[in-house]
């Protein structure tokens, strides 16, 4: 039998040809992977002697180290499907984490940040950088971000195209390359063209780029990494906790800020790209509260005084 990396390679260059994941995706399953066998080569285990016992003291290991369901739960899955190839392949007879269940996932209600906040984190955007391209470049950035709720990977590796003219949707590829339509809104717009025609003037060679953030990069464009950085510079900036302040949880605000002003669920989950509407319903909890605020404003009970009932 081959060794783990090679048969890990196999595994995730199977996924990402045949199923469509994305690269980020199958790094986080080879991460899970790389986890899993440093384990077993600490109890000298053999990948082709495994047993379903031997999976069992792994996730009981990581349950002693904390680790929460969440993320058990995630690598079963990993290791399940990785097993399952393994079959496929005739390299094993049994899958060995075929009969074992699925941990309880507990779904968590995301953080977001209020209107206030968001407001104050746009309007900081463009005192951030170096530069004037650089401010254009992080306005640019967070009018998209939080006018279209796109994940990092796909915000930072749009293409310049998508907005000749006055777009108000773009087509995207998202997670497992699957096409959905975005919104794009006349502000973000405005600060891309401005961006745009900052970095024409002051660096020609970016702008020749496919890319809208052009880097130097390998990949040619903003890396994720950066863009987190940026993040937390513009929130410190706007005074506010740069703990609580990350891409995902403007992400978090736009789906919040559009359900609490009355957009359907369908809809959100359509823009966000969730596959499941069980996803999006994590951020129904912006209804209760508003259920809430309008039972005690509205009730007649709410208006008495109680203890004269």
């Known amino acids: 039998m081959k060794n783990f990396n090679d048969l890990s390679s196999d595994f995730l260059l199977s996924l990402v040809t045949e199923k469509n ?3 980020n995706t199958a790094s986080s399953y080879k991460a899970d992977l790389n986890i899993f066998f440093a384990f077993i080569n600490q109890l000298n285990l053999n990948v082709e002697a495994l047993e379903q016992t031997d999976i069992n003291k792994f996730f009981q290991n990581q349950r002693e180290r904390g680790f929460s369901d969440n993320t058990i739960s995630r690598r079963l899955s990993t290791l399940k499907q990785f097993f399952k190839f393994l079959v496929k392949e005739g390299l094993f007879d049994q899958n060995p984490c075929e009969d074992i269940k699925n941990f309880k996932r507990t779904k968590k209600i995301p953080g977001y ?5 968001i407001f104050k984190i746009l309007n900081c955007a463009s005192t951030v950088g170096k530069n004037k391209v650089e401010k254009a470049r992080n306005k640019a950035l967070i009018e998209t971000l939080y006018g279209s709720g796109m994940r990092v990977s796909e915000l930072v590796s749009l293409k310049k195209s ?7 949707l773009i087509l995207i590829k998202g997670k497992g390359n699957k096409e959905r339509m975005v919104p ?6 405005s600060a891309i063209k401005k961006y745009l025609k900052e970095l024409k003037k002051t660096n020609l060679e970016l702008y020749k780029s496919e890319f809208l953030f052009p880097s130097r990069s390998k990949n040619g464009y903003l890396n994720r990494e950066r863009f987190f950085l940026i993040i937390k510079e513009i929130a410190s900036s706007a005074g506010l906790n740069i703990q609580n302040v990350s891409p995902h ?4 605000a736009f789906a919040s800020h ?9 809809v959100i989950q359509t823009i966000l790209g969730h596959k499941n509407l069980s996803t999006t319903e994590i951020y129904t909890h912006i209804l ?11 009730h007649p009970f709410a208006k008495k005084d109680l203890k004269n009932l």
């Open 249 to 252: 949880k403007i992400r978090h």
């Open 288 to 298: 209760d509260e508003k259920m809430i605020k309008s039972i005690q404003k509205n």
């Open 21 to 23: 994941m994305s690269l």
């Open 113 to 117: 940040l209020s209107e206030v906040e």
């Open 162 to 168: 998508l907005f000749i003219g006055n777009p108000e």
């Open 184 to 189: 794009i809104s006349k502000i973000a717009l």
């Open 258 to 266: 559009l359900l609490s002003n009355g957009a359907d669920l369908r």
